[in-house]
Structures are given as structure tokens and as C-alpha cells.
């Protein structure tokens, strides 16, 4: 299989948005789950993206990446044309869809890409859903007509005002709680932002998922790298998640755990990905 | 066992061969026994701690000829009902003393798909070697006949010399055939299934081929261009092999009958599920199930940190828990990945490890301490949520369990706790759940594990598992003498 890229766009400095042929998953993804990427086969890394969109009829599915490290940075150089080595899945358990009644949806920075399929099939399921995005400025908001056109209510925030609210999401997400008691949340973003949104929500009992990026290799739940403490159980975010309630989600030893690699010489994407996403929503 | 060098034991073996290559016809069983046995040539132990370098170099000719005339060729042939696949030894064997190598290889592939692989890493001791007359008669089971080192000696040098041949292949019979996982029984379904003239497809969840020989079995005790080579074999027989595929993902095994059409199924999984301690500070970093830390040395190749992207996590004190060959899989990586220091942590005494004696013994002479009779309590981490130090608690051996052997009996208050930063849980594997999740028809038992009947047959018609996705985590063999059982049976319901 040939996993070509058909169209590829920049939506941000660093974000990337491409579509790759990759028929089987287009048809058989749901919703919350991700593939496993690698552009060599031989020396290559393992990268799980989530699967933000896909395409039936075109056989394609659409990827957003942000250049973290190694592997990133060369995908964000591939053109129409050229070719992933390896794109395998939909891997991960789907998000479960249904009607719960109001929703909240909750994106940070390149998290907006993992939750668009989800704020997309909750619309579909007649949920009424509240969108709130943010990011540290105005050029690192990505899908903003998207995921504006499946909302009933549509917020943006950012760190410095240069787009929509001044301030972090958990802002806008405590007055909904306030005012009118949303039946669910879902916080995708980076692990600080995700935590703190379920910290948020947890006073009012507002039942929180959040979808973890944890360190893994394979992704088919055989090396356990990225276990979690959800509770008092421990999970496989490849297998059992992505997704988890994020009160649940030991959070400190998740976002250690993020940063295992940090002191190897070589190119370990997750914890520059870590650094640079607490670092933007600081 | 000291170590003695390749050219040592070569000279050795030249002289006996010497002695007695003429007077072959006429040596009697009592003398035959009285043969010294052959030592596997290995690298120099402390040049090989810093390398991938397959560590058994394998027999010279001349050893490999003065190790088969130590066969007495008995009536009974005990050593064939302990191969899981049936091998003929004696016949291959006899060949070899012969100094008839191709037709030893012949003889061999009649049984075997992949005799460099279980030359190398079958546990031979605990099957055909057993059971051989000779280490019986010895009253030594380590002084049976190298049957497996004569294996890989003639896979050797059949791959050497290009001799293979591709087995034929009946008249195709348009009947699709889908193999699920490309470990040892999954390569042997696909093999006999496609002998028989089948339409096999051969899918992969990973970028590489070999299930556990890639992933798991490091590169030093098994090279993968011995795994490339007798994959390789496939590909010619017109065994369709599809990488990055993951059926209960990317397609379900119901789709693969319905869609795709396929009239039968075999699931060859494995055992790819790390069971942890369920200790405290199991989740810190610097803890690593074996099968992550073999999967990226292994697979991903993070050992070349020249090219690999895949990083390897820098350790200076490493502690291994298990006993198994896994374990010893683990610690041999980790020195070769620059560790300090390696201890391997075992409740029992060396005595009762699962481990193959040989595997425990180069791991000795390569420097892994053994701590016995030692399990770890908890695991200590220091204010960034790294491993600090290990508490460990000391055992006493009681009374033999029902596995025979001696239970480990934990000594009260005698804790203490060890530096160490490193953490390598290898204590075993469950089921992969990948296909049994989606699949829920097929029957399993409370382990995870899939039932079959004796043939191989699944609770779904049509659908058949073997390996360690029935068996548990067991070995390479077991998994290939599963998988020729399910061929046979596969073979069999294609028919009516």
C-alpha cells in the first residue's frame, strides 16, 4: 500500500495539515481513534497522529501535525506526490458517541485537530455542543470555520487577546458550568490544559473525557509504554484509550511520564512535544 | 564453564576427527559415547558485552562431523518424540557424520521451515536432548547429543551455499487462506497451507516481519537476516505478505470473510500483552516492561543510535525481575546498551530459573549479576518521578509447589533497599486482546487466551489459532508444532 499525500496545507508556523491515501482506514475509522506513523522503515520512529478526518470516497484520511521533533519535521517537508512509509490503525477504542444532551468541547492548540471528528459526530448525534478553542495567539488557532460551522455556541480564547476572549479556556468553561450544567466535557490539548479542565469541572461534577498523548511504540497495546494510572487501575492508552475520564487520570505521573526520554541525546519527539505544548499554554 | 576460544575447540575437534574419521564404520555405541562432546564456539565474552554480534558462532565442519558420530543411531529414536515438529535427527544427523551435508538439509526440510532459527533457539534440552540415548546413558542430560547445534549447522550451511530449494507447490485450488501475525506459526501456516496450493495471505500488524523473532529475540542470540532469509522463502513459494495491518482493526475477522472473502482463517497472535508486578511505583520513569525495552532495541533498532530515531532510555544500575529467557534477553541488551551494572532479581536460586542454563551462563560471563532468592517490594522514585532505588525483600526456599519446584518463602523483615535507576519488568505475557476484542464469537478462556479443539479449530467455523495466542507465552517450536497442526486441519476442512 502506497500511503500517498494528496493535498497538504499549513495551517499554522508550525502545523501541517496533509490527506494520505489509506483506503481501509478511511472506511473503517470511527471517531477518537489514531493511526501509528513512520516515513522510514528502517530506522524510523513510530509516531501515533490522530486520525482528524477521512474521506470514504476519496480513500484518504486527513492528519494535523505539529513539528515536535525528528520525525515531524521531516513529514512537514514531504509534497503532494510523495509518500508516508508506514500509516497503520484506526488503532485506539472510539470515542462513544451518543446523545447526552449539552457538550462542551474544549480544544487547545494542536489538540483542535483530535477533537474536530469528535465535536463533529456529537452534532451529528443531536448533542448541542459548545465549542471552546484556544491558543497562546491568533496564528496558532487551527480550524476555527470548521469547527464554528458544528457549533451551536462558538468561543475563542487566547493568551494575549490577538484573537476572540483574553485568557485560558478553563475560564469560559467554569461560567458554562456555572450557569447551565453541561451533561458532558471533552478536553483535548495539551496535558496541563486537560488537567486543568478536569479540575475545573470536577466541582460541579460534570462528567470529563480527555484523550492522552502518551509515549508509545507500537500502539497495539505490546509494550505498554504508555500506561496510565486511571483510578486505581492501570491502563494502555493505545488500547484502552485514548480516551479516559479525566478525573480519574492520575495527571503528574502522566505528564512525568511524558518526559521519560527527555535526557537521551537522540530525537525523542513526546517531550519536545510536552515542553513546547505546556510551553504555549503557560 | 570456562571460556575457551573458536580456535581452541576447532584444533581439539580436528585431532579427534583425525582419529577417527576412518574407523567411522566400525565405532560401537560404548565408543561413540566416549567422544568428546562439542562446545558451541562463541565470541569472547567481554568484547561481545558492547555489540549485536550473534554471540554462537556455530560448529566448524570438523566439529559438526565429530559431534554427529557421537549419535549411536539407536532403535528407539526418543529424541523425534520430543520435536514438536517431528524432525527426523538420527536420519539428518547420521548425514552429517557422513559429511553429506546437503543431504542432511533435505532430510531436514522435509519437517522444518525454519531450522536456523530453531537450531539457535529452541530449548532443546527440554525436548529432543531429553530424551537422547546418550545423555541418558551419561547419566547427563547437557552430555545428550548437540542435536540442535547440528541443526543449525546444516541450515548454515545450506544458506551458505544456496542449495534451498522451493518446496513444490500443488495445483492452486482457489481457496483464500488468511494468516494472522508472521511469528513462527503463522510462517508455518503459511507455508504448509500454500503447499498445498491454498491462496495464503499473510498479514503483519508491524512495519517488519517475525512476530516475537523480530521484536523480542535480540539480535545477538538470533540475527534478523537469518529471520529475512527464511521469510524470504515465503515470498517465493506466492505467500501474499501484508505489512501494517491490523486485523481487529483495520479489518475485523468477520470482514476478512465476508469482504475479502477468505475461506479460512488462522490466528497466530501471540503473546503480546506485558503483565506487570502490580507493585508500588510501577509507573515511574525508568520502568519498562521487557517487551518495550526489546521492541525498541529490537524492532525499532534503537541500539544504532547513529540512524535510529527511536530513542533508548540511558541507564547506569539496571535491575531485571524474571527468570525467564526473556529476562536474560533484557539484561544482555541492556549491557550492551551501556549499562554499569545488570542484576537480574529471581525469588528461587539460578537452579530453578525457566531461562535455558546456556542463555543464563552467557549472561554470567558477560557480567549480569544474579541477585537469588530476592524480589522486589517496591520501587522508589526520587522528586521528578524517576527511579531512585529499589526496596527488596529476601526469600528462603520451602516446600516443592505443584510445579516441583521449591516455593520461594519470603523471610520476614529482612527488606532492604538498593540503588538502581533502571527497571525491567520480565516476569511474562498475556494474550494480544487486538483480535479477541472485536471478535466476540470466539471463545476464550479466562486468561485471554483462545480455545481450540485438538486440531487447531476456534469456536467460529472456518477460523483456527495457534501459537501463544492458545498456548500462553511459550516458545518458537511450540508455536511452530501448533501451527503445523492447524495447517494440517486448515488443509483438511478446504477440502470438503
Known amino acids: 500500500m502506497k500511503h500517498s499525500i494528496t493535498f497538504k496545507k499549513q495551517l499554522s508556523e508550525a502545523v501541517y495539515m496533509i490527506k494520505v491515501r489509506a483506503p481501509l482506514i478511511a472506511e473503517g475509522r470511527k471517531a477518537g481513534q489514531f493511526v501509528m506513523v513512520m516515513i522510514d522503515e528502517d530506522f524510523g520512529e513510530r509516531i501515533p497522529l490522530t486520525i482528524a478526518d477521512a474521506d470514504v470516497a476519496e480513500g484518504t484520511i486527513t492528519l494535523i501535525f505539529q513539528i515536535v521533533g525528528q520525525t515531524t519535521q521531516e513529514m512537514s517537508k514531504l509534497n503532494v506526490g510523495d509518500a508516508l512509509a508506514v500509516v497503520v490503525g484506526p488503532l485506539g477504542t472510539p470515542t462513544h458517541i451518543k446523545k447526552f444532551g449539552k457538550v462542551v468541547c474544549v480544544g487547545g492548540g494542536i489538540g483542535i485537530a483530535p477533537l474536530h471528528p469528535i465535536a463533529q459526530a456529537l452534532a451529528k448525534a443531536g448533542n448541542e455542543v459548545t465549542t471552546i478553542i484556544g491558543a497562546r495567539d491568533k496564528s496558532l488557532i487551527i480550524l476555527e470555520e470548521e469547527m464554528q460551522s458544528i457549533a451551536n455556541n462558538f468561543i475563542v480564547c487566547t493568551d494575549d487577546g490577538s484573537a476572540g476572549r483574553k485568557g485560558l479556556v478553563t475560564e469560559p468553561l467554569e461560567e458554562i458550568c456555572k450557569q447551565d450544567k453541561p451533561d458532558m466535557v471533552i478536553a483535548i490539548g495539551p496535558p496541563i490544559m486537560m488537567k486543568f479542565c478536569a479540575l475545573t469541572t470536577k466541582p460541579y461534577n460534570v462528567k470529563t473525557l480527555v484523550s492522552l498523548n502518551s509515549i508509545m511504540v507500537d500502539g497495539t497495546g505490546m509494550c505498554g509504554g504508555c500506561r496510565v494510572d486511571i483510578g486505581d487501575q492501570v491502563k494502555f492508552v493505545c488500547v484502552d484509550g485514548p480516551e479516559f475520564d479525566g478525573h480519574l487520570v492520575n495527571w503528574d505521573n502522566m505528564i512525568a511520564r511524558l518526559n521519560a526520554f527527555k535526557p537521551c541525546e537522540s530525537n525523542c519527539r513526546m517531550h519536545k512535544a510536552a515542553d513546547k505544548k505546556a510551553e504555549e499554554y503557560k | 564453564m570456562s571460556y575457551i576460544c573458536p580456535q581452541d575447540l576447532n584444533v581439539k575437534a580436528k585431532e579427534v576427527f583425525a582419529d577417527l574419521n576412518n574407523k567411522q564404520d566400525s565405532l560401537k555405541a560404548k565408543e561413540r559415547m566416549q567422544i568428546p562432546l562439542q562446545e558451541m564456539p562463541v565470541l569472547e565474552p567481554k568484547q561481545r558485552g558492547t555489540n549485536q554480534e550473534e554471540v554462537a558462532i556455530g560448529f566448524t565442519k570438523e566439529q559438526a562431523m565429530v559431534e554427529a558420530m557421537r549419535c549411536i543411531q539407536c532403535k528407539n529414536k526418543p529424541c523425534i518424540k520430543g520435536c514438536p515438529v517431528g524432525l527426523k535427527i538420527p536420519d539428518f544427523i547420521c548425514k552429517i557424520a557422513e559429511g553429506d551435508f546437503q543431504a542432511a538439509a533435505d532430510i531436514i526440510q522435509q519437517d522444518s521451515l525454519l531450522p536456523a532459527i530453531c537450531g539457535r533457539v529452541c530449548p532443546q534440552e527440554n525436548q529432543c536432548q531429553l530424551y537422547c540415548t546418550v545423555g541418558k546413558s551419561l547419566k547427563d542430560i547437557d552430555k545428550a547429543v548437540g542435536i540442535g547445534r547440528l541443526e543449525r549447522f546444516v541450515a548454515d550451511w545450506q544458506r551458505k551455499n544456496k542449495t534451498a530449494v522451493i518446496p513444490t507447490i500443488a495445483k492452486e485450488t482457489g481457496k483464500k487462506i488468511a494468516v494472522i501475525g508472521s511469528g513462527p506459526a ?114 525499532m533498532r534503537a541500539y544504532d543510535t547513529e540512524h535510529a530515531d527511536t530513542p533508548m532510555f540511558k541507564s547506569k544500575k539496571v535491575a531485571v525481575l524474571g527468570g525467564g529467557n526473556v529476562a536474560m534477553d533484557a539484561s544482555r541488551m541492556a549491557l550492551r546498551l551501556g549499562a554499569e551494572e545488570v542484576n537480574v532479581i529471581y525469588r528461587r536460586t539460578i537452579a530453578e530459573m525457566p531461562a535455558r542454563k546456556e542463555e543464563v551462563a552467557h549472561a554470567q560471563e558477560e557480567g549480569v549479576n544474579f541477585l537469588e532468592l530476592q524480589n522486589v517490594k517496591r520501587i522508589l522514585g526520587d522528586k521528578d518521578s524517576k527511579v531512585r532505588a529499589l526496596e527488596i525483600v529476601c526469600y528462603e526456599l520451602g516446600e516443592p509447589d505443584n510445579s516441583g519446584r521449591r516455593r520461594p518463602v519470603e523471610i520476614k523483615n529482612s527488606e532492604f533497599e538498593i540503588e538502581m535507576d533502571t527497571v525491567i519488568v520480565a516476569i511474562g505475557n498475556g494474550s494480544n486482546p487486538l483480535v479477541t476484542q472485536t471478535t466476540p464469537k470466539l471463545k476464550t478462556d479466562k486468561r485471554g487466551n483462545v480455545i481450540v479443539d485438538e486440531a487447531g479449530a476456534t469456536s467460529i467455523e472456518g477460523v483456527f489459532a495457534g501459537g501463544d495466542i492458545v498456548l500462553g507465552a511459550a516458545t518458537v517450536i511450540l508455536a511452530m508444532g501448533e501451527g503445523r497442526k492447524a495447517a494440517k486441519a486448515i488443509n483438511k476442512y478446504l477440502k470438503n
Open chain 2, 186 to 299: 503463522g510462517l508455518v501456516v503459511s507455508a504448509d497451507c500454500r503447499r498445498a496450493g491454498h491462496d495464503v495471505t499473510l498479514f503483519e500488524a508491524f512495519h517488519k516481519l517475525g512476530g516475537v523473532m523480530r521484536y523480542g529475540i535480540p539480535e545477538f542470540r538470533l540475527p534478523n537476516d537469518i529471520v529475512d532469509y527464511e521469510i524470504a522463502n515465503l515470498d517465493k513459494m506466492g505467500v501474499k505478505i501484508v505489512k501494517n495491518f491490523v486485523v481487529g482493526k483495520t479489518r475485523t475477522i468477520e470482514q476478512l470473510k465476508s469482504i475479502d472473502g477468505f475461506d479460512a482463517i488462522f490466528i497466530g497472535t501471540g503473546a503480546g500483552l506485558p503483565i506487570f508486578m502490580g507493585i508500588e511505583g510501577e509507573n515511574l520513569i525508568g520502568v519498562f516492561a521487557a517487551n518495550e525495552y526489546l521492541t525498541r532495541a529490537n524492532l
